[in-house]
């Protein structure tokens, strides 16, 4: 039951939101409004025909480019369509159909557009985080009462390790990581343990590969933090419950 209605809503629905997401991480960095005008190509700015505007679909159709300039489309946009609809499934797939998956999926979906505008923008803007925190603390309040100060604590808590690391090393974070992972403790709960473990870990490996790459040089290189982050609250999202029952069956 669980699988068809994962292959029946979620990663269907998980395409549709991803090439919004598309939309929200090229435009909401430019200032530009995520409703307005509707979707055209950057290159000519030719309005995209619905037919060609189907996530995944249209972009494989065309080969990639623009139907009427013929630019290259970036693959960006398939990758974020086609991992929204794989997260989305997997989260349906491990956590269930549960009234609490409309603050699941929102919250997915708000780390992959983080990540993305935060990779080639180096920003995590507060256009995105705000709203999320408001839709956080509402569905909290209301779909998950009885873990309201569990929730409220992870949130502050997170926080506050991260902004003493900003603090520490202001260099290799910035506040709109801070306030991001203060967030994910609003969504996560304790499961922001495991997730800001990952994004150290999943961080702490890039920057050791950059160094034996490029050596010295790459300490001036700037890699945006906010991915790693992302990563790491999309692990915590999917099995992080279990990676907390895991770590205490260790201790024992």
């Not at 499934?89 to 159909?97: D, P, S, T």
């Not at 557009?113 to 709203?131: G, M, Q, R």
Request: with cysteine.
């Amino acid at each position: 039951m669980i699988a068809s209605t994962t292959l029946a809503f979620a990663a269907p629905f998980g395409l549709a939101i991803g090439s919004f997401l598309n939309v929200v991480a090229y435009r909401l960095p430019r200032g530009e409004s995520i409703a307005f005008p509707a979707s055209h190509c950057p290159s000519c700015e030719q309005s995209i025909r619905p037919l060609d505007n189907v996530p995944l679909l249209s972009w494989l159709a065309l080969h990639g480019r623009c139907r009427h300039c013929k630019v290259r489309i970036s693959p960006r946009y398939p990758t974020i369509e086609a991992l929204t609809a794989l997260v989305f499934a997997a989260v349906v797939l491990a956590r269930g159909v549960h009234p609490e998956l409309a603050l699941e999926l929102p919250f997915a979906a708000m780390l992959i557009a983080v990540a993305a505008i935060d990779f080639e923008h180096k920003i995590v803007p507060n256009k995105v985080l705000l709203p999320m925190a408001v839709w956080g603390l509402a569905g909290d309040a209301l779909l998950r009462t009885s873990h309201l100060p569990e929730l409220l604590i992870s949130g502050a808590a997170a926080f506050l390790v991260l902004f003493t690391a900003a603090l520490i090393h202001p260099a290799g974070m910035g506040m709109g990581d801070v306030k991001l992972v203060g967030v994910m403790g609003l969504y996560l709960g304790s499961a922001v343990a495991p997730a800001l473990f990952i994004g150290f870990l999943s961080g702490s490996v890039v920057g050791v590969v950059l160094l034996a790459r490029h050596g010295m040089a790459a300490r001036k290189m700037k890699v945006p933090f906010g991915p790693f982050l992302a990563l790491g609250g999309l692990v915590a999202l999917i099995v992080g419950p279990e990676l907390i029952h895991l770590y205490s069956q260790t201790l024992h």
